[in-house]
């Protein structure tokens, strides 16, 4: 199996995503851990138009962006599928993780900026964004994707 590394930090949701799919999948990898405030030299080769990370070296070749990585995964390596094979069910599971992406990324970063009189209403977004996750995607079910993950 050709070398695979992940650049990360270890609070970042972004990465832990990434390091799930990686441990789900069974895939051997070697993380390593950056500092932010003082970006490696190889963070900065391997993303040089964000600078950010998570990044993922397969092979010597970089992958940037945590959801794109995981597509990447996904399909180089397809045993213990991340997504459900149904094609309608693949899209639902595909819509549920833009949703997260986007209102649930932006819910919590209004947050991080508000004044303090706006902290209220920002919290309130979160839980109402929240709320839609577990009634609409999850509902009656284990995990988005059914009983198993």
């Not at 441990?23 to 950010?52: M, Q, R, T």
């Amino acid at each position: 199996m050709a070398e695979v590394k992940l650049h990360g930090v270890w609070s970042s949701p972004f990465s832990c995503r990434v390091i799930w799919a990686l441990k789900l999948k069974g895939v051997e990898y070697e993380y390593i851990e950056e500092d932010l405030l003082n970006k490696s030299e190889l963070l900065l080769k391997y993303n040089p138009i964000y600078k950010k990370i998570p990044v993922l070296v397969h092979d010597g070749k970089p992958i940037a962006e945590s959801l794109v990585i995981l597509e990447y995964i996904e399909e180089t390596w397809p045993e213990n599928p991340l997504l459900p094979r149904d094609p309608y069910d693949r899209a639902m599971a595909r819509f549920w993780i833009q949703y997260r992406a986007t209102k649930c990324v932006d819910a919590i970063g209004a947050l991080y900026v508000a004044i303090e009189e706006e902290k209220e209403k920002a919290a309130k977004k979160i839980v109402e964004v929240l709320k839609i996750l577990e009634d609409q995607a999850l509902g009656d079910k284990k995990f988005f994707g059914g009983d198993n993950i």
